[in-house]
């Protein structure tokens, strides 16, 4: 059968997108809107090209033009609840993903694309049953294996989680993420790796850098299990330069916005006084995870995770209006009502002054960590999009720094009542201690669960999602020794200004 004109664009759009191919997949599908022009696939299409490019307006746009044009159509359903979702409009975007889950006989992969919609919204069981539900139609695509994964392992199913990575890598060797995925899912030993597989996999030549990068990390991860140190830093110190390699990025840029924040006038009231929520912030790997899930183990409190609200609607809100904008974004949520929210969005400790402007009431708990051990926890993790200055020991020194001369600006700025400094080591020396402490400046009678956090089953995100379930531990205090020779640019940099009792 002759394949119309209407077809052969679409698929050939469609290749040129999964090629990498944009301006091809944009022209085609601009072709295909003129020949077709009730046709919703170039719209579906050239949504997906816009989000590449980073034009989330856009993005949104073409995503509603293809939903109206295809009302039943499950790819335009979906692309629009995804877009309705990464712009952060998550009412919306939940009411557009249920639309999607009207059509009858949904192909495996809006069931996969679905998934990863709901697992965005926080609607980690939902998610849980689409991915199942894709790899049940397909049982052969790793990406979608890979998923349900990623899926399980937010939700503490560790065990299927590695089953499904090692069942993802099995269909393709080269399905890089999988490896990574996999590497941080239990402490590897002697008897139990996978460095062998994984270095001859590198040997062989990865198909792109990315893959690399990947197999690096996950090589890292297991050889600092099994203690060979010299081996685990060449492979991180290798992707990571790799992975720095590819962008452009100025640390001073990043510095001088933390600069900015120094200098501003304070922000002026007055603010929405009818809520206080918590904020947990502070670098990553300092401890964020593990306070927002000891805190989110008292009755009186509830996670809202990594929401990213408060920066979002600070961009156009201010005083009371954002307070107020904020407190009904996390109504959106799907929270359990008649608990107090925690926010853990990291990068939040910018915003630690607008935050008590625009909610007075609010709590801010900063998390630190003694410099080194933040450093290499730092330059051994792999973030998606986010703390671009960690692959690197001198812009990584640099901005440690500058985050120090923040953190001396909150604590001569903002009130004791507000704010509270928990450093990650003393949690580790004595938990219940700190935690009785946390939850005192929290406002909040003592509650014995508050020490069984890691028995807690709420889905966790984030790159310790593995660790917090898990009691307390203090194998991670000290870990940098291990490295001292290999991390020395990063402690050339931090002994212009921090302590030499600091860095030892």
Not at 115 to 132: I, K, P, Q, T
Not at 271 to 298: C, K, M, N, Q, W
Not at 435 to 459: C, K, M, N, Q, Y
Request: net charge neutral; charged share 25%.
């Amino acid at each position: 059968m002759k394949m119309s004109e209407a077809d052969r664009l679409s698929e050939g759009a469609r290749r040129a997108f999964a090629a990498g191919d944009l301006p091809t997949a944009e022209t085609m599908s601009r072709q295909l809107a003129a020949v077709s022009p009730r046709d919703a696939r170039p719209w579906s299409l050239l949504a997906e090209t816009a989000l590449k490019r980073n034009r989330p307006d856009a993005a949104i746009a073409c995503a509603e033009r293809a939903a109206t044009l295809g009302p039943y159509d499950p790819f335009a359903l979906l692309m629009r609840a995804k877009c309705r979702a990464l712009i952060g409009d998550r009412r919306s975007a939940l009411e557009a993903a249920e639309a999607v889950t009207a059509v009858k006989l949904l192909p495996p992969e809006v069931q996969d694309g679905l998934g990863a919609v709901f697992s965005m919204l926080g609607r980690h069981e939902r998610a849980l049953e689409l991915f199942r539900r894709a790899v049940a139609a397909d049982p052969r695509n790793p990406q979608f294996v890979y998923n349900l994964a990623a899926a399980e392992r937010m939700t503490g199913a560790f065990a299927q989680a590695e089953s499904h990575c090692d069942r993802a890598v099995g269909l393709d060797p080269h399905f890089y993420m999988a490896h990574h995925l996999r590497a941080d899912l239990r402490t590897w030993s002697p008897e139990r790796n996978h460095v062998a597989a994984l270095e001859s996999l590198l040997a062989k030549g990865p198909r792109n850098w990315q893959g690399e990068v990947l197999l690096r990390y996950a090589l890292g991860k297991e050889c600092e299990d099994l203690g060979d140190y010299p081996r685990a830093f060449a492979h991180l110190a290798a992707g990571a330069a790799l992975h720095r390699k590819q962008y452009r990025y100025d640390v001073a840029a990043e510095i001088a916005a933390i600069d900015e924040v120094i200098l501003a006038q304070p922000p002026a009231g007055p603010g929405y006084e009818d809520a206080a929520p918590v904020f947990v912030v502070g670098l990553a790997r300092s401890g964020t995870t593990l306070v927002e899930r000891i805190a989110a183990s008292h009755p009186a409190f509830v996670s809202a995770g990594e929401t990213g609200l408060f920066g979002r609607l600070s961009r156009s809100n201010g005083g009371v209006a954002l307070g107020t904008a904020y407190v009904e974004a996390l109504g959106t949520l799907g929270l359990q009502p008649g608990r107090r929210t925690i926010d853990k969005t990291l990068q939040n400790y910018l915003a630690c002054g607008r935050i008590l402007a625009a909610l007075p009431k609010a709590k801010i708990v900063m998390l630190t960590r003694r410099p080194m051990d933040q450093g290499w926890a730092l330059l051994k993790a792999l973030f998606a999009g986010t703390f671009a200055f960690s692959y690197d020991q001198a812009e990584l020194g640099e901005y440690l720094l500058a985050f120090r001369r923040l953190l001396r600006h909150w604590r001569a700025t903002l009130p004791e009542s507000s704010y509270l400094e928990l450093a990650y080591e003393d949690i580790v020396a004595d938990q219940e201690g700190v935690s009785r402490r946390l939850i005192r400046f929290l406002g909040e009678d003592w509650d014995d669960e508050v020490l069984r956090f890691h028995a807690g089953t709420a889905p966790s995100a984030t790159a310790s999602a593995v660790q917090v379930r898990r009691p307390v531990y203090a194998s991670s205090v000290g870990k940098w020794r291990h490295y001292a020779e290999q991390l020395g640019p990063l402690r050339d940099v931090l002994a212009r200004e921090v302590p030499e009792a600091e860095l030892v």
